[in-house]
């Protein structure tokens, strides 16, 4: 799994963080999104999944491989 966010799109809700918080992260002055790992081991993906699922401004993207 490769993953991809568009950060200027980000509204900084945080839902990602609570979804995978070992695969994102929020940058400290403005509470958008840090991608910690764009490549996850097998068992997160399915909470990166869930955070692409769960993100209200979409722009986490995921490559299956």
Do not use: W
């Not at 963080?17 to 840090?34: I, M, Y």
């Amino acid at each position: 799994m490769r993953i991809k966010v568009d950060a200027t799109k980000c509204i900084g809700a945080g839902l990602c963080v609570v979804a995978a918080p070992q695969v994102f992260s929020q940058n400290e002055d403005d509470g958008l999104v840090v991608v910690l790992q764009e490549n996850p081991p097998p068992e997160l993906h399915a909470s990166v999944r869930e955070a692409a699922r769960l993100c209200p401004a979409l722009v986490i993207t995921y490559e299956e491989e």
